[in-house]
């Protein structure tokens, strides 16, 4: 990475972390951004968390930045896009199903949150991800090609405070009951990363009345009835 005179780390940060904050894809691409958008005189970068070895997590910064000659709120949690797939089950003599995962969220404390399947890009693109977190999330059985995902939009989550874009995609597939039936109350997740998931299978008409839910899964849904 060039140009990084204007950047400086927190006393608290690990040294072994600066560079790896610094070759972060998301942290590039956000420090690009900036430098063509704005006046950027300086970046503090506050905290950074690695989620493993191979991956850069969270990183907060502080920028001292300017458009049109007035400073901006500068505070940013970089996390890097996302992807979200909604599955659109097809069973003959039923009506039209999907699926979501309950899964435990800290941030919102909720130990139950139903949201449809979903992933971070950590670097990858968004259909091989997408396929990848069915994969992990849903399971291998569930037969999903690249060809089967329809990009329905892009949207930021939360541009007052983060930088997570999310893709939307869903899928149509034609199962069987016995197929459908084997994915309801399935566990998935990777343990390795403390995912504990949960597979629910519900009528797609009553996806926007699962109680209190994230905006993609809300959002998806309606785009998928437009399209409709």
């Known amino acids: 990475m060039t140009q990084t ?3 400086s780390f927190a006393p608290g940060i690990d040294a072994t972390l600066h ?6 894809p998301h942290f590039r691409r956000w420090y690009q951004g900036m430098r063509e958008r704005f006046t950027l005189r300086h970046v503090l970068v506050r905290d950074a968390i690695a989620f493993d070895a191979h991956r850069m997590g969270f990183i907060l910064v502080e920028a001292d930045a300017l458009h049109d000659g007035h400073r901006v709120p500068g505070i940013a949690l970089l996390r890097g896009d996302s992807v979200s797939v909604l599955l659109v089950l097809k069973c003959p003599g039923y009506p039209d199903r999907t699926v979501v995962t309950c899964e435990a969220r800290v ?3 909720r130990p139950d949150l139903l949201a449809l399947p979903a992933g971070m890009l950590d670097g990858g693109a968004f259909v091989s991800t997408a396929l990848r977190e069915l994969s992990e999330e849903v399971g291998a059985d569930l037969q999903v090609r690249a060809q089967d995902l329809v990009k329905l939009t892009d949207v930021w989550l939360s541009p ?17 009951e016995p197929q459908a039936r084997a994915l309801s109350d399935r566990q998935t997740g990777l343990a390795r990363e403390n995912e504990y998931i949960r597979l629910h299978v519900l009528n797609l008409s009553d996806l926007p009345h699962i109680s209190m839910t994230d905006a993609k899964t809300l959002l998806s849904w309606h785009m998928y009835q437009a399209r409709r």
Do not use: S
């Open 5 to 7: 005179e204007n950047i």
């Open 19 to 24: 560079d790896r904050v610094l070759d972060a």
């Open 107 to 109: 941030p919102v404390a």
């Open 160 to 176: 007052g405070g983060c930088d997570e874009a999310i893709g939307l995609y869903y899928a149509e597939l034609h199962i069987t």
